[in-house]
């Protein structure tokens, strides 16, 4: 009954699940991997002591940035140079702005720095000094920036002055001296009150060390592929099954095997020959 299962039709339909099933499997597997891992991420920093309570280090002996270094404390001396404004930013549930200064260290590459946060729209804002002379910094290390990050303006178009992402990418096609591949914000207020108005920004968790949206995603394609993988084969069994009890129907007499000869009717009956020698020649039938 089953040896359609060889049909060059069959054949085809065979080979998809014997091909879909494992790739399902496979993808699911690494979704799930990918979950595990930030779980696994996160749980280990959480053992970790904050980033911010350690020692802090000189910005070179930071680099580059990674999930280690992340968040730690850097210490960069310099001249405050360049300054912009970063739109969109949100703190404690309030729309606002980053203030931004570029660091001229004697290296003669750049840090961005960012010296606070201030509320309301950066267009038109009056935004506080930042200090003269040369100047060190202690700041909470961070990588640079990119479209997936919290708050980043990708689209571009923005007034002068400002900017819609804190990359070295970025601000390189700005300032005319080189930009270091990093970035760090000041924990706290600057001293002599030029910076008291400004709210210190609070430095980020490194990316994919945590359980947010993105590692619910992982879970969340972990399900769905291996959904796919079990309809597949649900559909292949319903097909089986369908065709199996098709070729039975036929074996039994409870449907023909060619569908358009029942289509037809039963056969009209066949007319009589006038000239048969049951008939005269007139074609009266012969008593």
């Known amino acids: 009954m089953y040896r359609f299962l060889l049909t060059p039709r069959w054949w085809g339909i065979n080979l998809f699940v014997v ?60 001249t405050y140079a360049d300054q912009f404004l970063v739109p969109g930013r949100e703190l404690d549930d309030r729309q606002g702005f ?12 750049a840090l961005p720095v960012v010296r606070g946060w201030l509320p309301g729209s950066a267009t038109g804002a009056r935004v506080p000094a930042a200090p003269e002379g040369e100047v060190t910094v202690t700041g909470d290390l961070q990588a640079s920036e ?21 990359s070295a990418a970025t601000l390189v096609n700005l300032v ?7 970035w760090v914000t000041l924990p706290e207020a600057e001293a002599g009150g030029t910076g008291g108005a400004m709210k210190p920004v609070p430095a980020a968790a490194p990316e ?9 995603q992982n879970l969340g394609y972990t399900g769905e592929w291996f959904v796919f993988a079990g309809f597949v084969l649900f ?20 449907v023909p095997e060619d569908p358009a000869a029942a289509s037809e009717g039963p056969a ?19 008593r």
């Open 19 to 78: 091909l879909a099933i494992p790739f399902c499997v496979f993808m699911g597997t690494w979704q799930l991997g990918r979950f595990e891992d930030r779980v696994q991420s996160h749980e280990q920093a959480e053992k970790q002591p904050d980033p911010s309570t350690r020692a802090a280090k000189p910005l070179d002996e930071l680099l580059p940035v990674d999930k280690v270094t992340s968040g730690r404390p850097a210490v960069a001396t310099g």
């Open 146 to 166: 990119n479209s997936r990050s919290d708050g980043v303006n990708a689209r571009g178009g923005l007034p002068g002055g400002q900017v819609g992402m804190i």
């Open 208 to 216: 994919g060390s945590g359980l947010d949206l993105k590692a619910f």
């Open 235 to 254: 559909m292949w069994f319903r097909l089986v099954r369908r065709e199996a009890e098709a070729l039975r129907d036929i074996e039994l007499g409870l």
């Open 176 to 182: 005319p001296y080189d930009v270091y591949d990093a």
């Open 268 to 286: 009209a009956p066949a007319a009589e020959d006038p000239a048969s020698p049951d008939r005269d020649v007139a074609g009266t039938p012969v």
């Open 98 to 109: 980053y203030v931004l200064n570029m660091l001229r260290t004697d290296s003669g590459k």
